[in-house]
């Protein structure tokens, strides 16, 4: 399990809308200097990303790191394909566990650890629609339980 215990730069909420996540592992990603300083100022969104595993090799798709304003001919395209650093065991555990139907890897945090950016992956089932509509309705009735919890507590 990948904790979380440096800044937060970016976290996808539509991740755990949209799949079960079943499984997490915390990973680093290959930058150039400009993009660190732009992280560095918070400008990065993971909501449309997803990862592949390719040649033994695992990359992040879709990930939108803003040009760094005084990085002029040294910016590179915000949305280019990024390889993250895992070891290879991990590699292949997750190639495996992806070959599975219905199962994905996903994007859930962008983070840094020291000095280091850091990328939480979830492996994902993804959720029907029924499913959405229960969590909804469970998050609702949590929601009314510490309402009235508080209410008694005033009284």
């Known amino acids: 399990m990948a904790k979380t215990n440096g800044k937060m730069i970016?976290?996808?909420?539509?991740?755990?809308?949209?799949?079960?996540?079943l499984e997490t592992c915390e990973a680093g990603i290959a930058l150039h200097g400009t993009e660190v300083k732009s992280l560095r100022m918070g400008k990065c969104s993971i909501k449309e990303a997803f990862i592949r595993v390719e040649n033994e090799e695992v990359y992040i798709y879709g990930m939108h790191i803003s040009p760094y304003e005084k990085g002029n001919i040294f910016n590179k395209d915000p949305l280019r394909v990024r390889k993250l650093l895992l070891h290879k065991y991990e590699i292949r555990k997750l190639l495996g566990k992806t070959k599975e139907k219905g199962m994905t890897l996903v994007p859930l945090k962008v983070y840094f650890k020291d000095s280091l950016v850091k990328v939480e992956i979830g492996l994902a089932k993804g959720k029907k629609l029924y499913d959405k509509r229960q969590d909804i309705a469970k998050k609702d009735q949590q929601r009314e339980a510490q309402r009235d919890f508080k209410v008694r507590n005033f009284d």
């Open 10 to 21: 970016a976290n996808n909420k539509k991740a755990y809308h949209d799949y079960f996540i």
